[in-house]
């Protein structure tokens, strides 16, 4: 039997990780090289596995055509149906639609606030113009 020469150099201990010693068919004890596992997406909220999506690692997902990356959905790819379900983000959400009512009084308030100074010297203007005109 002979003895076993690394053929990649560099990594340190991760090597020890990442190699298995296999006896080829003409008698050679080879060491093969393992990738590392591939990893399920997870949810962004709540760490959840996300369905519908293919493990692969970056340099595999980057390969992947995009409907094994993503789900055909709001957020899809990123949150999981639960978390857009319950999120303010998601369309689904009764909150969503209060929002602009709220924003435009809120809008307009401002706009009262800064307008109306403005308006009060107009109307005194106004009024002494009014004095000399009318007796």
Known sequence: MGRLSLKMEGFGALMDDCRISVRTPG??????????????????????????????RPMERSRMCKRKKTVKRVYGGVLCHKCVKESSNGTHSAHRRKVPVERLLYSLVLALLLVLPHLLLYLQAFRCLLRFVAP
């Open 27 to 56: 008698g050679k004890l080879v060491y093969q090289y393992l990738k590392k596992p591939k990893k399920i997406p997870r949810c962004g909220q709540c760490k959840d596995k996300l369905r519908g999506i293919q493990p692969a």
